[in-house]
């Protein structure tokens, strides 16, 4: 294997890539969400409010997993380029976070959020891993 740092470079594209494919699906779960939601406004007044969280709940879910997606979408090129580490690692971070907003209890909410954990969890990683790669990026460039 070769020394001047292509295993890690592997790494850092694979943890943008990740990031980028986990926030286009927290951008289109988010969107989906709060366009059903308005779509189905006049049925969801009727439901309770005791066993359903609300029209709020629900399109504030919708766009909060909406924005988090933009963060994980930008994070992922920022990891492509090697530009900037913070932001890779927050888009990482953002790329697991839809898990831990509630998907319900049902067995494909749970599948779900696990599968996002996971994706996002392994970006996490990938980019961790490859911080030296953002240094030396910097130091070739004169920064």
Same mark, same amino acid.
């Given at each position: ?17 990740? /990031? ?21 406004? @006049? ?15 629900? +399109? /504030?879910?919708?766009?909060? !997993?909406?924005?988090?997606? +933009? ?6 090129? /920022? ?38 954990? !996971?994706?996002?969890?392994?970006? !996490? !990683? ?6 030296? @790669? ?10």
């Amino acid at each position: 294997m070769d020394s001047n740092g292509s295993r890690g470079s592997g790494l850092l594209t694979a943890g943008g890539i990740l /990031s980028i494919i986990g926030g286009a699906l927290e951008v289109i779960g988010g969107g989906t969400m709060v366009g059903l939601t308005i779509a189905n406004i @006049e049925v969801l007044r009727l439901v309770p409010p005791s066993t359903y969280p609300g029209i709020i709940g629900s +399109i /504030s879910a919708g766009v909060s !997993i909406f924005a988090l997606g +933009i963060v994980a979408i930008i994070g992922g090129v /920022s990891a492509k380029r090697r530009k900037i580490f913070g932001l890779s690692l927050a888009g990482a971070i953002c790329c697991a976070m839809p898990s831990s907003i509630s998907f319900g209890l049902s067995l494909v909410g749970v599948v779900w959020a696990t599968g996002w954990l !996971i994706l996002g969890i392994l970006a !996490i !990683i990938f980019i961790s891993l490859s911080k030296r @790669e953002f240094e030396a990026e910097r130091k070739g460039n004169g920064i």
